[in-house]
Structure formats: C-alpha cells, structure tokens
DNA sequence: GTAATACTATGACAATTATCAGCTTTAAAG
DNA sequence: CTTTAAAGCTGATAATTGTCATAGTATTAC
C-alpha cells in the first residue's frame, strides 16, 4: 500500500482533505512534504506567517499561547487526521498559536495554494472545512466556559477523562498520551506545583495511578462525578 | 429609503451576507421576518433546535452558556451587523448557547433555507462565511487565554475597555452599553459580588467613575496598564 | 404612592490557588 | 559512568476569590 500518496492516505478520512476531488488531491499529493518531528521540536511559532498547513499522520501537538505573565497556555492538542494551522491560512493572518510535538510526529507539510484554490473552485470542500470549523468553534466555547467556571481540581479531573476518550490507554493501563506535569498545568491554565499538588491528592484518594510521569485513570466514575462538580 | 429589504440594508455592510447575489438576497428578503426583542427577553435558548439565523440590525444581545454549577458564561456580545445562530445552522447542531437581549433590540429571523441553499451553491458566500468564522476561532482562543491566565482584576479592566471600544461611550463619557454587575460577572466569569468589589476599587483608584449602573472610563492608560499585568 | 422585588454594596470568613524555597528523583550529556 | 540539568514533589505562606449574611437603593407593579 502507497501510503506516501494523499489518495491513498488513512489519515485523510478523518479531515475535510476527503472533500477534495481527484485532481485536487493529485495536486495536494504532489506538492506536500512529508517531516518528522522529534518530541519538543516546534512546527510553528506564534505570530509566524504559515505557507501552508500541516496534517498529522502520527504523534500528537500541542497548540498553545503565550500569555502577558509569561505562561504558555494549551488551547488544542492535535493528533492523527488532523490538520494545524488552517485558520490562519483561512484568515490570511499570522498563526495566533505555536505548535510544539508532545510527542514524535509524522506530518505532510501542505503547501497553502492547494488550500486557498480549491477553497476557490470547490465548494464541497469549502463547505466541508466551514462545517468543521463550526464544530472547533463550539468546542472553543466549552472550553471558555470549563474555564471560567471550573475550579482547578475540575479541571484537571476533565483533563485525564479528555485525555483518556481522545488518546485512549496503553496495555498497562496508562494513558496512551503522557505529557509532563507542566504541560498538564498549562493546558488547565493553573501553576505546575498546583497541579502536581491535585495530581498528588487524586492519587491518595483512589481516582488515578501513576509510575513516572505516566497517568491511569483507576475510578473514572468518581473522577467524572469531580469533573461535574459532586 | 426602503431598509426593510435586505438589498439596502447598511448592516449586511457588516456581514457575511454581503457576499450574496442580487437573487440569493431577495429570497432572503422575501422570506426574513422583522421582529422587536425588548431588553432581558430570550432569542433562543441553549439546546434549541434553530430554523434560522438573527441578523442584529440594533441593540445587543448576550450570548451565554450554563455551567454545571449553575451559574451563565457570557462567551460573546452580538451586536449590529453580527448574525447569531450561524454556527448551529451550519454544523448542523442544536444550539449550544442561549441568546438574551441586553438592550432592546431589532432583528430579522431568516429561516435556514435561504442560508443553507446559498451555501451549497455561492462559493464566494461559503467562503466569506468561512472567513469570518476562523477569525471568531482566534478570538475565541484569545478568550480563553485571557479567561486561564488573568486574574479577576485584569478581566474586568479589560472588559470595560472592550466594551469602549465596540460600543463607544455615550455623550456624558459613560459606556454606551450598560450592563448589570451580574453580566459583568459573568463575562469574566467570576461571582457577582468579586465583580462589585472590584468596580469600587477602581472607581477609588480613580480608574473609572459611575453613575447608578452606567460605568465611564477615567483613566484608559492606567487600566490598559492593569490588564497586561503591570 | 407604596409595596414588592431586584440590584448594588460591604463585611466577615472560608476555600482555593499562587508563589517561593528547598529537596528528591529522573533523564540527558559528556 | 558520572556529572549536570530538568522534572517532580512538598511545605510554608501569601494572595486571590468565593460564599454567606445583611443592608441600602433602585425599579417595577399594583
């Protein structure tokens, strides 16, 4: 299987790259350039102007922000299927996000003209990326308003539920995707001691494991009773 | 001037609308519905299945969304020329949010059709649409930074200086756009009575003055200051 | 005009969260 | 392998924010 072909990439399946004919893929296939990125490694940063946008094959990135104080707040966490830096290429403005790997990744770079041309002439795919760009913009309204009412414990409870439904756990029962104890404060926008604080207390009461820097989720019941406010 | 046809209304000048042909737009015409939502009175509530869009031609309306604990997150304020509802019309979804006018407002309902018709068949309206929508993305983001990363204090000054700059002051230098200290708080997402004590805090500092409920700004340098964190 | 009701305001206190310091463990680099 | 740096952890303390109680002040409805 050609799998280094866009027409015959799995990944595609999951994003609006699905709405492109044909030729258009043909086209995005033959401009595209395959990258891999090691753990930590940036894709973009904040305020860079993107020539075209990213798909992800494997691995998992995280978009983040860089606030005023200094912090670094988690506003997305990216992973197979989907494609980084749309919006920007949409909008025509420098990307508002920095992409850094949390793990090792294998993305196709795309050129942004196959984007904006077939946003031009095919409105099935345009209508595709709108209908999608819709469903991120109520997600980005649930999480503005986990955070502005949720307390931290909430939210970290949340986070590991969102983490275990979206990455899902290896054999040993550890979430699949481990990221650092700073990375989990900054994606719940709260001081790394805090969260290693809570972490520390789920632990003691039974709701979650961990060996490492590795999370399990043990009582997802009572972790999701938390996360709702009980 | 005949501005009860959607062809010379100034506030489709605002909107994504604008990207209609003379056809599209009569039909639209044809089939909007003029309606008058005095203050406090619901446009739709959250959850509710939308068979259209409301294109403000004037006053506001919050647009808000109820946490688990109880209590309503204001996630935007829609005001003349904003079309509500788009997001759930395109995506296909009930609303996620609950829209109550915040001062008496006037509005055109134009059922879905006229939009999702328009959508499969106006590239260059998709794609407006498209546009528009991925710049509300990036504020989005920005809101949710703000909401994670800023302390009460730098919220609210930072509230009121939006609300200066969207909406203007009134010929006495207060906020043209009186809201309760409720609303208030609930934009930055805090308890009412945190969102009082502060407001008297600044108004000591001489930051800003009041009168009853209307709010004026004194000292935008210093606010601003406050809201970036020095 | 007055009673009822909602909104604004303030104090006292409790809970949550941030910050700073120091220490331990783990991972990386030479 | 060992030295160094980074990440994880914990305690003490301060700052922020929420909650409950209470009272004054507008607004609204009758």
Redesign the pocket.
């Known amino acids: 299987m050609d799998n280094s072909r866009c027409e015959n990439c799995i990944v595609r399946q999951f994003n609006s790259l699905r709405a492109m004919n044909k030729e258009e893929l043909k086209k995005v296939s033959d401009s595209k350039i395959r990258k891999s990125v090691k753990k930590g490694e940036p894709l973009f940063e904040e305020g860079e102007k993107l020539n075209g946008v990213y798909c992800v094959r494997a691995g998992v990135s995280k978009l983040s922000k860089l606030s005023p104080?200094g912090k670094d707040q988690i506003v997305k966490l990216a992973t197979k299927g989907e494609v980084m830096g749309q919006r920007s290429v949409i909008a025509e403005e420098h990307s508002n996000l920095s992409a850094v790997a949390v793990s090792d990744m294998d993305v196709c770079f795309i050129p942004k003209e196959s984007i904006t041309t077939t946003l031009q002439k095919n409105p099935n795919f345009t209508l595709e990326v709108l209908r999608h760009m819709a469903h991120e913009l109520k997600e980005a309204d649930d999480v503005i308003v986990n955070m502005s009412q949720?307390?931290?414990?909430?939210r970290i409870a949340e986070a590991f539920l969102y983490l275990k439904n979206n990455f899902g756990e290896d054999n040993d029962g550890f979430l699949a995707l481990t990221l650092?104890?700073?990375d989990i404060a900054n994606v719940v926008?709260?001081?790394?001691?805090?969260?290693?604080?809570?972490?520390?207390e789920f632990k003691k009461k039974g709701l979650i494991h961990?060996s490492?820097?590795k999370v399990g989720i043990k009582d997802e019941r009572k972790l999701r009773d938390l996360a709702e406010g009980f």
């Open positions: 104080n949720k307390t931290v414990k909430q650092s104890r700073e926008g709260t001081a790394t001691e805090s969260a290693i604080r809570i972490i520390s961990t490492g820097k």
